[in-house]
Protein backbone atom coordinates (compact mmCIF):
# COMPACT_ATOMS: atom_id res chain seq x y z
CA UNK A 1 0.00 0.00 0.00
CA UNK A 2 1.78 3.11 -1.12
CA UNK A 3 -0.39 6.34 -2.04
CA UNK A 4 -3.30 8.16 -0.69
CA UNK A 5 -5.73 7.82 -2.97
CA UNK A 6 -6.41 4.64 -5.13
CA UNK A 7 -4.90 2.05 -2.98
CA UNK A 8 -4.52 -1.81 -4.35
CA UNK A 9 -6.55 -3.66 -1.79
CA UNK A 10 -8.87 -1.20 -0.71
CA UNK A 11 -12.02 -1.46 -2.57
CA UNK A 12 -14.79 -3.61 -1.64
CA UNK A 13 -14.11 -7.05 -2.49
CA UNK A 14 -15.33 -10.38 -0.70
CA UNK A 15 -13.22 -11.62 2.60
CA UNK A 16 -9.75 -12.24 1.92
CA UNK A 17 -8.67 -16.06 1.38
CA UNK A 18 -5.35 -15.33 2.61
CA UNK A 19 -7.06 -14.15 6.48
CA UNK A 20 -5.46 -15.50 9.56
CA UNK A 21 -8.00 -17.64 11.27
CA UNK A 22 -8.68 -16.42 15.24
CA UNK A 23 -9.30 -18.21 17.93
CA UNK A 24 -12.34 -17.83 19.44
CA UNK A 25 -13.14 -15.41 21.93
CA UNK A 26 -11.04 -13.05 21.27
CA UNK A 27 -11.78 -9.43 18.59
CA UNK A 28 -15.71 -10.53 17.14
CA UNK A 29 -17.33 -12.15 20.80
CA UNK A 30 -17.72 -9.90 23.66
CA UNK A 31 -18.13 -12.81 26.24
CA UNK A 32 -14.54 -11.95 27.29
CA UNK A 33 -12.21 -10.42 28.19
CA UNK A 34 -13.25 -6.34 26.50
CA UNK A 35 -15.18 -4.82 29.59
CA UNK A 36 -14.92 -1.44 30.92
CA UNK A 37 -16.74 -2.06 34.00
CA UNK A 38 -15.81 -4.52 36.98
CA UNK A 39 -19.09 -5.92 37.40
CA UNK A 40 -18.80 -6.90 33.56
CA UNK A 41 -15.22 -8.42 33.85
CA UNK A 42 -15.71 -10.15 36.93
CA UNK A 43 -18.91 -11.62 34.93
CA UNK A 44 -16.86 -12.85 31.98
CA UNK A 45 -13.81 -14.28 33.90
CA UNK A 46 -16.51 -16.42 35.73
CA UNK A 47 -17.28 -17.65 32.16
CA UNK A 48 -13.49 -18.82 31.46
CA UNK A 49 -14.14 -22.63 31.06
CA UNK A 50 -12.80 -24.24 33.57
CA UNK A 51 -10.25 -26.95 31.88
CA UNK A 52 -8.03 -23.75 31.38
CA UNK A 53 -7.72 -23.01 35.30
CA UNK A 54 -5.83 -24.67 37.51
CA UNK A 55 -5.85 -25.44 41.83
CA UNK A 56 -4.24 -22.31 42.38
CA UNK A 57 -6.87 -20.34 40.39
CA UNK A 58 -5.39 -19.16 37.81
CA UNK A 59 -4.80 -20.77 33.83
CA UNK A 60 -2.43 -23.39 33.46
CA UNK A 61 -1.89 -21.98 29.52
CA UNK A 62 -1.17 -25.60 28.66
CA UNK A 63 -5.45 -26.67 28.48
CA UNK A 64 -6.67 -27.73 25.23
CA UNK A 65 -6.69 -25.73 22.37
CA UNK A 66 -9.56 -23.32 21.76
CA UNK A 67 -11.40 -23.84 18.21
CA UNK A 68 -10.83 -21.32 15.75
CA UNK A 69 -13.97 -18.95 14.68
CA UNK A 70 -14.97 -17.90 11.62
CA UNK A 71 -13.05 -14.95 9.58
CA UNK A 72 -14.81 -11.95 9.84
CA UNK A 73 -17.09 -10.78 7.46
CA UNK A 74 -16.41 -7.03 6.72
CA UNK A 75 -15.28 -4.62 4.09
CA UNK A 76 -11.73 -4.17 3.01
CA UNK A 77 -9.66 -1.05 5.05
CA UNK A 78 -9.48 2.21 2.57
CA UNK A 79 -6.60 4.57 2.73
CA UNK A 80 -8.87 7.14 4.73
CA UNK A 81 -9.20 4.45 7.59
CA UNK A 82 -5.58 3.39 7.33
CA UNK A 83 -4.44 7.37 8.49
CA UNK A 84 -6.63 6.79 10.89
CA UNK A 85 -5.58 4.00 12.57
CA UNK A 86 -2.00 5.71 12.52
CA UNK A 87 -2.98 9.62 13.00
CA UNK A 88 -1.19 8.90 16.38
CA UNK A 89 2.31 9.46 14.15
CA UNK A 90 3.96 12.00 14.17
CA UNK A 91 2.63 14.24 10.77
CA UNK A 92 6.15 16.19 10.82
CA UNK A 93 8.09 13.35 10.15
CA UNK A 94 9.18 10.89 7.40
CA UNK A 95 8.91 8.05 9.15
CA UNK A 96 10.81 5.41 6.72
CA UNK A 97 12.00 3.10 9.83
CA UNK A 98 9.37 0.93 10.58
CA UNK A 99 11.73 -2.31 11.08
CA UNK A 100 13.28 -0.35 14.25
CA UNK A 101 10.39 -0.45 16.56
CA UNK A 102 7.03 -0.98 14.38
CA UNK A 103 3.78 0.06 14.77
CA UNK A 104 0.48 -0.74 16.18
CA UNK A 105 -2.75 0.66 14.95
CA UNK A 106 -5.42 2.70 17.16
CA UNK A 107 -8.07 -0.31 17.54
CA UNK A 108 -5.22 -2.55 18.71
CA UNK A 109 -3.74 0.24 21.07
CA UNK A 110 -7.90 0.70 22.34
CA UNK A 111 -8.26 -3.14 22.59
CA UNK A 112 -4.77 -2.87 24.80
CA UNK A 113 -6.18 -0.13 27.01
CA UNK A 114 -9.42 -1.98 28.18
CA UNK A 115 -7.32 -4.96 28.89
CA UNK A 116 -4.98 -2.27 30.77
CA UNK A 117 -8.25 -1.30 32.53
CA UNK A 118 -9.62 -4.36 33.32
CA UNK A 119 -6.07 -4.92 35.47
CA UNK A 120 -6.54 -1.76 37.12
CA UNK A 121 -10.21 -2.26 37.65
CA UNK A 122 -9.48 -5.51 39.79
CA UNK A 123 -6.27 -6.86 38.97
CA UNK A 124 -6.89 -10.21 41.61
CA UNK A 125 -9.66 -11.22 39.57
CA UNK A 126 -7.50 -10.57 36.73
CA UNK A 127 -4.55 -12.21 37.58
CA UNK A 128 -6.57 -15.16 38.92
CA UNK A 129 -9.11 -15.96 36.25
CA UNK A 130 -8.23 -13.46 33.24
CA UNK A 131 -4.57 -13.46 33.01
CA UNK A 132 -3.34 -16.97 31.09
CA UNK A 133 -6.25 -17.73 29.32
CA UNK A 134 -5.73 -14.18 27.76
CA UNK A 135 -1.90 -15.32 26.90
CA UNK A 136 -3.33 -18.48 25.73
CA UNK A 137 -5.90 -17.21 23.30
CA UNK A 138 -2.80 -15.32 22.10
CA UNK A 139 -0.15 -17.93 22.09
CA UNK A 140 -3.19 -20.04 20.16
CA UNK A 141 -3.22 -17.61 17.59
CA UNK A 142 0.58 -17.76 17.14
CA UNK A 143 0.86 -21.40 16.52
CA UNK A 144 -1.81 -21.08 13.87
CA UNK A 145 0.52 -18.08 12.36
CA UNK A 146 3.30 -19.76 12.46
CA UNK A 147 2.48 -23.21 11.91
CA UNK A 148 3.42 -24.70 15.31
CA UNK A 149 2.74 -28.39 15.98
CA UNK A 150 1.71 -27.44 19.29
CA UNK A 151 0.46 -24.37 21.34
CA UNK A 152 2.79 -25.61 23.93
CA UNK A 153 5.54 -25.18 21.73
CA UNK A 154 4.83 -21.40 22.22
CA UNK A 155 5.90 -19.10 24.67
CA UNK A 156 5.73 -15.21 24.81
CA UNK A 157 8.50 -13.28 25.76
CA UNK A 158 9.04 -9.27 25.54
CA UNK A 159 11.15 -9.54 22.53
CA UNK A 160 13.35 -11.35 20.68
CA UNK A 161 16.10 -10.26 23.13
CA UNK A 162 14.39 -12.19 25.69
CA UNK A 163 14.38 -15.59 23.83
CA UNK A 164 17.88 -15.18 22.96
CA UNK A 165 18.75 -15.36 26.89
CA UNK A 166 16.58 -18.23 27.42
CA UNK A 167 18.37 -20.39 24.64
CA UNK A 168 21.77 -19.27 25.60
CA UNK A 169 21.04 -19.08 29.30
CA UNK A 170 20.89 -22.79 29.07
CA UNK A 171 23.97 -23.31 26.61
CA UNK A 172 25.84 -21.35 29.54
CA UNK A 173 24.94 -24.53 31.77
CA UNK A 174 25.31 -26.81 29.80
CA UNK A 175 29.00 -25.72 29.74
CA UNK A 176 28.96 -24.91 33.45
CA UNK A 177 27.50 -28.21 34.45
CA UNK A 178 29.97 -30.27 32.41
CA UNK A 179 27.64 -30.98 29.48
CA UNK A 180 29.50 -29.55 27.35
CA UNK A 181 32.99 -29.38 27.11
CA UNK A 182 35.31 -26.05 27.13
CA UNK A 183 36.39 -25.53 23.75
CA UNK A 184 33.65 -26.46 22.12
CA UNK A 185 32.03 -23.68 19.35
CA UNK A 186 29.06 -21.33 18.56
CA UNK A 187 28.45 -20.67 15.82
CA UNK A 188 26.67 -16.98 14.45
CA UNK A 189 26.77 -14.65 11.61
CA UNK A 190 29.02 -11.90 11.58
CA UNK A 191 25.90 -9.37 11.14
CA UNK A 192 24.22 -10.66 14.18
CA UNK A 193 22.16 -8.34 16.08
CA UNK A 194 24.18 -6.57 18.54
CA UNK A 195 21.96 -7.53 21.41
CA UNK A 196 22.62 -10.90 21.17
CA UNK A 197 26.03 -10.69 20.30
CA UNK A 198 26.99 -9.29 23.56
CA UNK A 199 24.58 -12.20 24.89
CA UNK A 200 26.42 -14.74 23.08
CA UNK A 201 29.60 -13.06 25.28
CA UNK A 202 28.00 -13.01 28.38
CA UNK A 203 26.55 -16.43 28.58
CA UNK A 204 28.39 -19.03 26.73
CA UNK A 205 31.87 -17.47 25.48
CA UNK A 206 32.20 -16.52 29.45
CA UNK A 207 31.25 -20.31 30.48
CA UNK A 208 33.81 -21.44 27.52
CA UNK A 209 32.59 -21.53 24.47
CA UNK A 210 34.69 -21.16 21.60
CA UNK A 211 33.13 -18.08 19.60
CA UNK A 212 32.93 -18.80 15.61
CA UNK A 213 31.80 -16.11 13.21
CA UNK A 214 30.39 -16.66 9.60
CA UNK A 215 32.07 -13.51 8.04
CA UNK A 216 29.10 -12.24 5.33
CA UNK A 217 29.83 -10.31 2.41
CA UNK A 218 27.81 -6.79 1.88
CA UNK A 219 26.77 -5.98 -0.85
CA UNK A 220 25.48 -9.42 -1.36
CA UNK A 221 24.44 -10.49 -5.04
CA UNK A 222 23.03 -14.00 -4.08
CA UNK A 223 22.21 -16.78 -1.55
CA UNK A 224 24.72 -18.90 -2.60
CA UNK A 225 27.37 -16.21 -1.61
CA UNK A 226 25.88 -16.93 2.06
CA UNK A 227 25.82 -20.31 2.01
CA UNK A 228 29.30 -20.35 0.43
CA UNK A 229 30.59 -18.31 3.68
CA UNK A 230 28.89 -20.79 6.25
CA UNK A 231 29.69 -24.01 4.62
CA UNK A 232 33.68 -22.54 4.98
CA UNK A 233 33.24 -21.17 9.12
CA UNK A 234 31.53 -24.32 9.56
CA UNK A 235 34.48 -26.11 8.60
CA UNK A 236 36.57 -23.93 10.83
CA UNK A 237 34.09 -24.49 14.25
CA UNK A 238 34.23 -27.99 13.55
CA UNK A 239 38.18 -28.42 13.39
CA UNK A 240 40.55 -31.08 15.18
CA UNK A 241 37.23 -32.78 15.98
CA UNK A 242 35.13 -29.69 17.99
CA UNK A 243 31.68 -30.46 18.52
CA UNK A 244 29.50 -27.26 17.12
CA UNK A 245 26.73 -27.30 19.97
CA UNK A 246 24.85 -24.07 19.08
CA UNK A 247 24.11 -22.21 15.95
CA UNK A 248 22.81 -18.67 15.96
CA UNK A 249 21.07 -17.76 12.39
CA UNK A 250 19.30 -14.66 11.36
CA UNK A 251 16.63 -14.81 9.27
CA UNK A 252 16.62 -11.39 8.10
CA UNK A 253 19.86 -9.24 9.55
CA UNK A 254 19.35 -5.96 11.16
CA UNK A 255 22.09 -4.01 9.82
CA UNK A 256 23.16 -4.25 7.07
CA UNK A 257 19.34 -5.81 6.73
CA UNK A 258 19.43 -8.75 4.32
CA UNK A 259 16.87 -11.76 4.28
CA UNK A 260 19.04 -15.15 4.72
CA UNK A 261 18.56 -18.12 3.56
CA UNK A 262 17.67 -19.76 6.82
CA UNK A 263 15.92 -22.91 5.52
CA UNK A 264 18.94 -24.05 3.65
CA UNK A 265 21.66 -22.88 6.54
CA UNK A 266 19.75 -25.08 9.06
CA UNK A 267 19.38 -28.00 7.18
CA UNK A 268 23.38 -27.44 6.40
CA UNK A 269 23.36 -27.76 10.12
CA UNK A 270 21.64 -30.60 10.36
CA UNK A 271 24.40 -32.65 7.43
CA UNK A 272 27.39 -31.25 9.70
CA UNK A 273 25.89 -32.77 13.07
CA UNK A 274 25.44 -29.22 14.97
CA UNK A 275 23.71 -29.92 18.49
CA UNK A 276 21.10 -27.34 18.53
CA UNK A 277 19.84 -24.05 15.75
CA UNK A 278 18.27 -20.89 17.15
CA UNK A 279 17.30 -18.88 14.56
CA UNK A 280 16.55 -14.89 15.32
CA UNK A 281 14.18 -13.67 13.45
CA UNK A 282 13.12 -10.70 14.95
CA UNK A 283 12.14 -8.89 11.81
CA UNK A 284 10.47 -12.04 10.02
CA UNK A 285 6.60 -11.90 11.05
CA UNK A 286 5.06 -9.71 8.72
CA UNK A 287 7.76 -9.59 6.69
CA UNK A 288 8.57 -13.05 5.11
CA UNK A 289 6.09 -16.19 5.23
CA UNK A 290 7.40 -18.01 8.57
CA UNK A 291 6.82 -21.64 9.13
CA UNK A 292 8.35 -23.16 11.67
CA UNK A 293 7.92 -26.84 11.09
CA UNK A 294 8.95 -26.41 7.28
CA UNK A 295 12.31 -24.40 8.64
CA UNK A 296 13.45 -27.04 11.13
CA UNK A 297 15.49 -25.28 13.80
CA UNK A 298 15.28 -26.16 17.64
CA UNK A 299 14.25 -22.37 18.28
CA UNK A 300 12.88 -19.56 16.35
CA UNK A 301 12.01 -16.10 17.66
CA UNK A 302 10.32 -13.40 16.16
CA UNK A 303 8.90 -10.25 18.01
CA UNK A 304 5.24 -9.23 16.89
CA UNK A 305 5.17 -5.36 17.37
CA UNK A 306 7.67 -4.72 14.49
CA UNK A 307 6.08 -5.80 11.49
CA UNK A 308 2.55 -7.04 13.16
CA UNK A 309 1.25 -4.66 14.40
CA UNK A 310 1.36 -5.46 18.44
CA UNK A 311 1.87 -2.79 20.84
CA UNK A 312 5.40 -3.12 22.06
CA UNK A 313 6.26 -5.13 23.32
CA UNK A 314 5.95 -8.51 22.48
CA UNK A 315 7.47 -11.62 20.95
CA UNK A 316 7.35 -15.58 20.41
CA UNK A 317 9.75 -18.23 21.63
CA UNK A 318 8.80 -21.90 19.25
CA UNK A 319 10.67 -24.54 20.97
CA UNK A 320 10.50 -28.10 19.26
CA UNK A 321 8.07 -30.34 21.16
CA UNK A 322 10.24 -33.39 22.43
CA UNK A 323 13.15 -34.04 23.57
CA UNK A 324 14.48 -33.19 27.25
CA UNK A 325 15.55 -29.93 26.20
CA UNK A 326 11.94 -28.78 26.61
CA UNK A 327 12.28 -28.62 30.31
CA UNK A 328 15.23 -27.53 30.77
CA UNK A 329 14.39 -23.97 29.35
CA UNK A 330 13.84 -21.09 31.86
CA UNK A 331 12.92 -17.40 31.81
CA UNK A 332 16.27 -15.04 32.78
CA UNK A 333 13.17 -13.81 35.16
CA UNK A 334 12.77 -16.36 38.33
CA UNK A 335 9.15 -16.24 39.38
CA UNK A 336 6.93 -18.22 41.01
CA UNK A 337 5.89 -20.36 37.86
CA UNK A 338 9.57 -21.32 38.00
CA UNK A 339 9.61 -25.24 36.83
CA UNK A 340 6.17 -25.46 35.41
CA UNK A 341 7.36 -25.33 31.47
CA UNK A 342 8.71 -21.83 29.55
CA UNK A 343 5.12 -21.12 28.84
CA UNK A 344 4.32 -20.32 32.04
CA UNK A 345 7.60 -19.19 33.36
CA UNK A 346 7.00 -16.69 30.52
CA UNK A 347 3.32 -15.80 31.53
CA UNK A 348 4.36 -14.83 34.89
CA UNK A 349 7.67 -13.10 35.57
CA UNK A 350 6.18 -10.77 38.36
CA UNK A 351 3.55 -7.57 38.51
CA UNK A 352 3.87 -6.10 35.24
CA UNK A 353 1.84 -4.93 32.26
CA UNK A 354 0.92 -7.77 29.88
CA UNK A 355 -1.71 -6.15 27.44
CA UNK A 356 0.66 -6.09 24.99
CA UNK A 357 0.98 -9.90 24.71
CA UNK A 358 -2.83 -10.53 25.09
CA UNK A 359 -4.04 -8.59 21.92
CA UNK A 360 -2.36 -10.42 19.19
CA UNK A 361 -6.12 -11.79 18.51
CA UNK A 362 -6.57 -8.02 17.82
CA UNK A 363 -3.86 -7.39 15.38
CA UNK A 364 -4.90 -10.51 13.66
CA UNK A 365 -8.28 -8.99 13.15
CA UNK A 366 -6.42 -5.57 11.86
CA UNK A 367 -4.55 -7.35 9.64
CA UNK A 368 -7.12 -9.59 8.13
CA UNK A 369 -9.09 -6.18 7.33
CA UNK A 370 -5.98 -6.20 4.05
CA UNK A 371 -6.90 -7.76 0.44
CA UNK A 372 -4.83 -10.96 0.52
CA UNK A 373 -4.22 -10.50 5.13
CA UNK A 374 -1.00 -10.76 6.29
CA UNK A 375 0.38 -12.03 2.47
CA UNK A 376 -1.28 -9.19 0.19
CA UNK A 377 0.77 -6.60 3.04
CA UNK A 378 3.95 -8.43 2.79
CA UNK A 379 3.95 -8.79 -0.85
CA UNK A 380 2.67 -4.74 -1.17
CA UNK A 381 5.60 -3.86 1.01
CA UNK A 382 7.89 -5.89 -0.84
CA UNK A 383 7.30 -4.42 -3.80
CA UNK A 384 7.20 -0.72 -2.63
CA UNK A 385 10.20 -0.82 -1.01
CA UNK A 386 11.92 -1.78 -4.08
CA UNK A 387 10.51 0.39 -5.69
CA UNK A 388 11.41 3.37 -3.65
CA UNK A 389 15.15 2.06 -3.31
CA UNK A 390 15.45 1.51 -6.37
CA UNK A 391 13.98 5.45 -6.85
CA UNK A 392 16.80 6.19 -4.57
CA UNK A 393 19.72 4.49 -5.55
CA UNK A 394 18.94 6.14 -9.42
CA UNK A 395 18.77 9.93 -7.56
CA UNK A 396 22.23 8.94 -5.79
CA UNK A 397 24.33 7.26 -8.45
CA UNK A 398 24.20 4.42 -6.42
CA UNK A 399 22.49 0.67 -5.58
CA UNK A 400 20.55 -1.54 -3.96
CA UNK A 401 22.76 -3.61 -0.74
CA UNK A 402 21.08 -6.94 -2.01
CA UNK A 403 18.81 -8.39 -4.81
CA UNK A 404 15.32 -8.18 -4.38
CA UNK A 405 14.96 -11.46 -3.59
CA UNK A 406 16.75 -11.05 -0.23
CA UNK A 407 14.57 -8.43 0.73
CA UNK A 408 11.46 -8.37 2.92
CA UNK A 409 9.71 -5.17 3.43
CA UNK A 410 13.34 -3.48 3.81
CA UNK A 411 16.13 -2.32 1.57
CA UNK A 412 19.64 -1.01 1.97
CA UNK A 413 20.34 1.99 -0.27
CA UNK A 414 24.02 2.86 -0.64
CA UNK A 415 24.59 6.79 -0.37
CA UNK A 416 26.13 9.04 -2.26
CA UNK A 417 30.06 8.60 -1.49
CA UNK A 418 31.06 12.38 -1.10
CA UNK A 419 29.26 11.89 2.38
CA UNK A 420 32.37 10.78 3.29
CA UNK A 421 30.80 8.51 5.94
CA UNK A 422 33.69 6.60 7.46
CA UNK A 423 32.66 5.35 10.61
CA UNK A 424 29.48 4.17 12.54
CA UNK A 425 30.10 7.45 14.35
CA UNK A 426 29.61 8.92 11.22
CA UNK A 427 26.72 7.18 10.06
CA UNK A 428 24.84 8.20 13.52
CA UNK A 429 25.83 11.66 13.35
CA UNK A 430 24.38 12.15 9.99
CA UNK A 431 21.21 9.95 10.78
CA UNK A 432 20.82 12.75 14.04
CA UNK A 433 21.17 15.40 11.44
CA UNK A 434 18.46 14.09 9.07
CA UNK A 435 16.11 13.41 12.11
CA UNK A 436 16.39 17.12 13.32
CA UNK A 437 17.07 19.26 10.40
CA UNK A 438 15.19 17.58 7.45
CA UNK A 439 12.18 15.55 9.97
CA UNK A 440 13.65 12.38 8.31
CA UNK A 441 13.88 9.26 10.63
CA UNK A 442 16.05 6.32 8.94
CA UNK A 443 19.16 4.38 9.95
CA UNK A 444 22.54 4.66 8.46
CA UNK A 445 24.86 1.76 8.05
CA UNK A 446 28.63 2.43 7.72
CA UNK A 447 29.83 -0.88 5.92
CA UNK A 448 33.44 -1.43 7.44
CA UNK A 449 36.29 -3.01 5.75
CA UNK A 450 36.99 -5.13 8.54
CA UNK A 451 35.27 -8.05 7.26
CA UNK A 452 37.52 -10.74 5.41
CA UNK A 453 35.14 -11.37 2.65
CA UNK A 454 34.63 -7.49 1.39
CA UNK A 455 34.15 -6.33 -1.38
CA UNK A 456 33.65 -2.32 -1.16
CA UNK A 457 30.68 -1.71 -4.05
CA UNK A 458 30.80 1.56 -6.00
CA UNK A 459 29.07 4.30 -7.59
CA UNK A 460 28.52 5.34 -10.98
CA UNK A 461 31.61 7.16 -10.80
CA UNK A 462 33.55 4.33 -9.26
CA UNK A 463 33.93 5.65 -5.86
CA UNK A 464 33.71 3.20 -2.78
CA UNK A 465 30.47 3.42 -1.06
CA UNK A 466 30.44 3.30 2.68
CA UNK A 467 27.17 4.29 4.00
CA UNK A 468 23.73 2.95 3.11
CA UNK A 469 20.48 4.06 4.44
CA UNK A 470 18.33 1.16 5.22
CA UNK A 471 14.73 1.84 4.39
CA UNK A 472 11.10 0.30 5.44
CA UNK A 473 7.90 0.50 3.50
CA UNK A 474 4.69 -0.07 6.05
CA UNK A 475 0.78 -0.10 5.32
CA UNK A 476 0.68 3.68 6.45
CA UNK A 477 4.20 4.94 4.07
CA UNK A 478 3.42 7.34 1.25
CA UNK A 479 5.41 8.37 -1.81
CA UNK A 480 6.51 11.63 -0.35
CA UNK A 481 8.28 10.35 2.80
CA UNK A 482 10.82 8.51 0.25
CA UNK A 483 10.92 11.72 -1.74
CA UNK A 484 11.55 13.84 1.23
CA UNK A 485 14.62 11.44 2.49
CA UNK A 486 15.80 12.10 -1.43
CA UNK A 487 16.09 15.45 -1.77
CA UNK A 488 17.27 15.66 2.04
CA UNK A 489 20.84 14.30 0.61
CA UNK A 490 20.63 15.52 -2.37
CA UNK A 491 20.89 18.82 -0.75
CA UNK A 492 23.29 17.62 1.13
CA UNK A 493 25.26 16.89 -1.82
CA UNK A 494 24.51 20.25 -3.48
CA UNK A 495 26.22 21.85 -0.70
CA UNK A 496 29.24 20.40 -0.66
CA UNK A 497 28.51 18.67 2.61
CA UNK A 498 30.63 16.16 4.37
CA UNK A 499 30.27 14.08 7.49
CA UNK A 500 33.54 15.41 8.71
CA UNK A 501 32.07 18.69 9.69
CA UNK A 502 29.62 16.68 12.39
CA UNK A 503 32.53 15.30 13.79
CA UNK A 504 34.52 16.43 17.17
CA UNK A 505 37.14 19.41 16.57
CA UNK A 506 40.14 17.21 16.99
CA UNK A 507 38.64 14.09 14.82
CA UNK A 508 38.14 16.80 11.86
CA UNK A 509 41.76 18.08 12.03
CA UNK A 510 43.00 14.28 11.84
CA UNK A 511 40.88 13.63 9.12
CA UNK A 512 42.16 16.87 7.34
CA UNK A 513 45.87 15.73 8.27
CA UNK A 514 45.18 12.24 6.68
CA UNK A 515 44.59 13.64 2.98
CA UNK A 516 48.06 14.72 3.43
Not at 105 to 126: C, Y
Not at 446 to 469: C, F, H, I, L
Amino acid sequence: LMQVGVLPGCKSSPESKSAIAQPDQCHSNPTYPLYPNPSAAAASMASIPSNDVSENGHGNGNGPSPPRAKRPRAALISAAQIRDEFAHHDPAVARVNNGSFGCCPASVLEAQARWQRLFLAQPDAFYFDGLQPGLRRSRAAVAALVNAGDVSEISLVDNATTAAAIVLQHAAWSFAEGHFARGDAVLMLHYAYGAVKKSIQAYVARAGATVVEVPLPFPVTSPDAIITEFHAALAVAKAGGRKVRLAVIDHITSMPSVLIPVKELVAICRQEGVDKVFVDAAHSVGQVPVDVRDIGADFYTSNLHKWFFCPPAVAFLHTRKGGPITSQLHHPVVSHEYGNGLPMESGWIGTRDYSAQIVVPEAIHFVNRFEGGIEGIRSRNHEKVIEMGRMLAEAWGTFLGSPPVMCGSMAMVGMPCCLCIESDDDALRVRTMLRKDFKVEVPIYYNSRQVKVQEMAKDNNSDPVTGYVRISHQVYNVKEEYERLRDAVNKLVAEGFTSAKLRPAEKVLLSTLSLF
